[in-house]
């Protein structure tokens, strides 16, 4: 199958992959000249109405949704009656490829991921959004420590992986139970498969196992998942218990919200409360009167509050001393008696509860020691806004794919320099400070630039258009005169010679500009009379030169195959200079 050249109003520059609904390619969107991730859906399926149907829904359920833990939609549309997705090109990888790859993901690694997958689901959640396969394919991992879930609500042919449930097809390993007809299906299906993701990367195996999808199905249904403390017992067991409750049988069982799990792991990374101090115990006593006996207590036997003498004599004459003591307690009391005579009577004697400031402190248990501080999170997210939006963002000089209003991540330790860009405004830049990160946004006002005109002038050995983009600005012709406004890039384009060039013209760099398209090379194929019935093909987009015609080609490296009854592949690549005759030859 040829790659289209455009789609809409992008240009194609590759084919990516295939998924179980449409073709992935790369494209460029030359009105902000940034790429695109351009999903179309397959052409076999184009007499499929429900299909379409369901691409189209889940599509525009997609495009609502803007949050930076989700593939962001830019476009729907139709192109010769196969509807497409523009979305946002993401650097990196998958978060299955990652698994693969040594060395293994740490704890913190694998908490940060399914903390930034469940912040997501939880924005999609609340918009009324159920994303239905959720599963380590689906989850893009970015250079920048970034996570992405993407294919939200588009559903999956079914295959040895996959079956179909109530609502929609789906992996079956993080299928929940109620996919299978057991119950209404919600966003907890979705907290479900993030319990099956998460399993997986601290036990390096899913919960639920088996060689076909019936018996996945089954074990799903009627089998408790292995302990996961016995598989992977380094597991915190406050995660152990997250991930018990989100693979639990019956949704109700489950978190509530995917932000309530979210939460509960961000707590099971904070380190335990120290241990509260002992109480402070009294001091034992002694069998030594004086050591006990208080001024206090006669005081109280006189106002009548004690129990009464008998007990202390009792004690007293038990006790080393105890006729000291007894001489000792008289001459007190008759102390006491005095004292109450000068003491106001309005004054309240104190009570045998009412314990004195200082054995208070003595008995009373000693407050725990302050805990210590929680380390602030290493990195943080931020809004970046422009005035006006639609600006592009640039992290320590690298762009990344969305535009203003938009979040990024940015680490709390390294200075961070963002730049601001946008056609007919002079760039606009800022450095991260604490007090932004404390705001969580950051907000730019673009000044608009005066756009000076630019002229081009183009010519060539042979007949080319100039095109911006999919929008023609000049026809095929040896030369063009052009009047712009702005810096513009410009594609050259003669698809007989394979020139598909392009060019950016920038006023701030000079206001006439001269293009030359190049010159061609030639290339003749030859073949014995053994592959005569072969044809020959020139390039990745197939394209059918006929029988041993001479091709006139722009200096470039090409593939040259020939595709012959036998089946037998016969190819080779050589690379044309200008002017240059280049003989390629089968046997």
């Known amino acids: 199958m040829k790659a289209p050249t455009t789609i809409g109003r992008y240009t194609i520059v590759e084919r990516v992959g295939r998924g179980g609904m449409g073709v992935l390619y790369r494209g460029h969107d030359p009105d902000l000249e940034r790429d695109v991730a351009i999903k179309v859906m397959s052409a076999d399926l184009s007499g499929d109405a429900d299909a379409q149907v369901r691409f189209s829904r889940e599509a525009k359920a997609a495009a609502r949704l803007q949050h930076r833990n989700i593939v962001t939609v830019y476009e729907f549309g139709d192109a010769d009656g196969n509807p497409y997705i523009a979305m946002e090109f993401l650097k990196g990888q998958s978060l299955a490829s990652r698994m693969r790859t040594e060395p293994s993901l740490s704890t913190d690694a694998i908490l940060d991921i399914v903390v930034q997958l469940c912040t997501g689901l939880h924005h999609a959640h609340s918009a009324g959004v159920v994303h239905r396969d ?230 009373s248990p000693q407050p725990p020691p302050p805990r210590p501080p929680v380390e602030p999170p290493t990195t943080a997210t931020i809004t970046v806004e422009s005035v006006p939006p639609g600006a592009t963002v640039s992290v320590n000089g690298t762009s990344i794919t969305a535009v203003t209003p938009t979040s990024i991540t940015v680490t709390r330790q390294a200075a961070t320099r963002l730049r601001l860009t946008k056609t007919g405004f002079a760039p606009s830049d800022t450095s991260v400070t604490a007090e932004a990160i404390l705001s969580g946004k950051i907000v730019l006002r673009l000044e608009p630039v005066r756009l000076d005109p630019v002229t081009i002038s183009a010519s060539g050995p042979y007949p080319f258009e100039i095109l911006e983009g999919t929008r023609l600005l000049s026809p095929a012709s040896e030369t063009h005169e052009l009047r712009l406004v702005g810096k513009r890039t410009l594609r050259l384009s003669a698809p007989a010679v394979y020139l598909d060039q392009y060019v950016t013209v920038d006023p701030a760099v000079r206001q006439q500009w001269s293009v030359e398209a190049p010159e ?68």
């Open 134 to 363: 959720v599963k380590p394919a689906n989850v893009w991992m970015q250079p920048d420590g970034t996570v992405k879930l993407l294919d939200f609500g588009i559903a999956r042919l079914a295959s040895s992986s996959t079956t179909k449930g109530k609502d929609s097809p789906g992996s079956v390993s993080y299928m929940a139970p109620e996919r299978f007809g057991s119950g209404p299906v919600d966003s907890r299906a979705d907290i479900f498969a993030v319990g099956v993701v998460l399993y997986e990367l601290l036990a390096g195996k899913k919960p639920f196992e088996g060689d076909s999808p019936t018996v996945i199905a089954h074990k799903i249904l009627q089998e408790p998942p292995p302990p996961l403390a016995a598989i992977a017992p380094r597991a915190p067991k406050a995660l152990v218990a997250i991930v018990d409750r989100a693979l639990k049988k019956a949704p109700d069982d489950r978190y509530a919200t995917a932000g309530d799990m979210a939460a509960d792991i961000e707590l099971s990374r904070r380190p335990p409360p120290p241990a509260p101090a002992p109480p402070v115990r009294k001091k034992a006593e002694s069998s030594t009167v004086v050591d006990h006996f208080r001024f206090d207590e006669p005081i109280r036997d006189i106002a009548g509050e004690s129990p009464g003498l008998d007990g202390r004599r009792n004690w007293l004459t038990t006790t080393r001393g105890g006729r000291a003591a007894i001489a000792a307690t008289a001459g007190v009391a008759v102390v006491a008696v005095i004292l109450l005579a000068i003491r106001p009577w309005s004054t309240p004697v104190r009570s045998t509860r009412d314990k004195a400031p200082e054995a208070e402190k003595l008995s």
């Open 520 to 587: 061609t090379g030639t290339m003749r194929i030859y073949a014995g009379d053994a592959l005569g019935q072969c044809r020959a093909f020139v390039g990745t987009t197939d394209l059918d030169l006929g029988p041993w015609n001479p091709l006139f080609l722009v200096p470039n490296t090409y593939k040259v195959r020939l595709d012959c009854p036998d089946g037998k592949l016969r190819q080779q690549i050589h690379t044309v200079q200008a002017g240059e005759l280049k003989q390629v030859k089968f046997q």
